[in-house]
């Protein structure tokens, strides 16, 4: 009896093969970089560089320092004849720009109210490269169907011009064929075929006026691993009556009975901020040409001073553009007047009390 099991369980191994077993275990996919986007490392030493050699590479940067300003004042759009181009529709897409939030400041209204506002600097912005949406293959996308997205391009757009020998030889290759120097922050728009821009095209912030609607996405201030208490605003439990080493705990989450289980999304301790956030329908009080200022309604908008945010238009139905905006984008103007003000805000070079004579 003993044989015949064995037999039966020898001829049952034999037939067993390797592609037929099962496994549970799950790795987590792999996904790669989209193709413009390179890793900035750092030069490990410049031992190798000669004092002749440190010369030749700050004349080089010069030259191309000087190359660069002269597309501010010789924008590739001067070159475009403006008959041929697309006409604004409700429906198109601009390109928005990369600004830096730097600080906030008071303005007041005609009628004597003061607003809190938010001053964003756009700083040194230029576009890069537009792909077409025919050759717009993202790596990552988070639905299956992508028919919607295939009407748009891409549009890539850098800030802050950076010294070359800081970064990869890489890197550098995505801005030597537009001829520019690297950018520290690069950003893509999803923008409207007939709103592209040729690369090189400087990005000021006049491209929105004042009294329109922006929506502004950044990163919220990194408060590392905080309690419940501050980062989803629980009581806590009582200072006394029996009360022991809990005071800031969240008691009991609930996982008993028939859950037996802790519910996904429960709140409880945990990383808190640094995330991305998106700032819906900011009005713009205040432009400054000179300097390249926005100044925004209200203190609200996500990350701490210094934080690189991002602008484009507003997509809530009730605040979206009635008229044409400067399409698509406004160049660079010399007579452009210094400050542009919002009509409900009193500029502070104007006589705010006047004495009428009886």
Not at 164 to 171: C, G, I, M, Q, R
Not at 239 to 250: D, E, F, I, N, Q
Not at 299 to 321: S, W
Request: hydrophobic content about 35%; proline content about 8%; glycine content about 8%.
């Amino acid at each position: 009896m003993a044989t015949t099991n064995l037999n039966i369980l020898r001829n049952a191994l034999n037939k067993l093969r390797i592609d037929h077993v099962f496994t549970r275990s799950f790795q987590t996919p792999k996904f790669r970089p989209p193709h413009w986007y390179l890793p900035k490392d750092r030069v490990g030493s410049e031992e190798s560089l000669t004092q002749e050699n440190k010369k030749f590479i700050e004349e080089v940067m010069q030259e191309r320092m000087k190359a660069q300003a002269m597309l501010e004042t010789e924008s590739p759009l001067s070159n475009i004849d403006t008959s041929q181009t697309a006409q604004w529709n409700p429906l198109t897409r601009r390109v928005g720009l990369i600004a830096r939030k730097i600080g906030n400041y008071p303005l007041w209204s005609k009628d004597g109210k003061k607003v809190q506002t938010t001053l964003l600097q756009v700083v040194d912005n230029h576009v890069i490269k537009y792909i077409p949406p025919e050759e717009f293959n993202p790596m990552i996308i988070r639905k299956p169907v992508w028919k919607e997205k295939k009407k748009l391009g891409c549009l890539l757009v850098g800030a802050e011009t950076i010294d070359p020998s800081t970064v990869t030889k890489e890197y550098c290759g995505l801005f030597n064929q537009v001829g520019m120097l690297p950018k520290r922050i690069l950003c893509r728009f999803m923008v409207s075929p007939n709103a592209c821009l040729p690369s090189g095209t400087p990005l000021f912030a006049t491209h929105f006026r004042v009294g329109d609607h922006i929506d502004i996405r950044s990163k919220t201030m990194d408060r590392g691993f905080q309690g419940v208490m501050k980062r989803w605003g629980f009581k806590g439990m009582p200072a006394s009556h029996g009360v022991t080493k809990t005071h800031r705990r969240p008691g009991n989450i609930g996982a008993g009975g028939e859950k037996a289980r802790v519910w996904p999304g429960t709140k409880m301790p945990g990383h808190m901020g640094n995330r991305w956030r998106t700032l819906r329908g900011v009005k713009i009080l205040r432009i400054n040409v000179k300097h390249n200022v926005i100044w925004t309604l209200g203190v609200a908008i996500p990350g701490e001073t210094g934080a690189m945010c991002y602008l484009f238009d507003t997509v809530l139905p009730l605040k979206k553009h009635k008229t044409s905006p400067p399409f698509p984008t406004q160049p660079l103007i010399k007579d452009l007047p210094l400050e542009y003000y919002d009509e409900s805000i009193q500029p502070f070079d104007n006589n705010s009390i006047t004495f009428e004579e009886t």
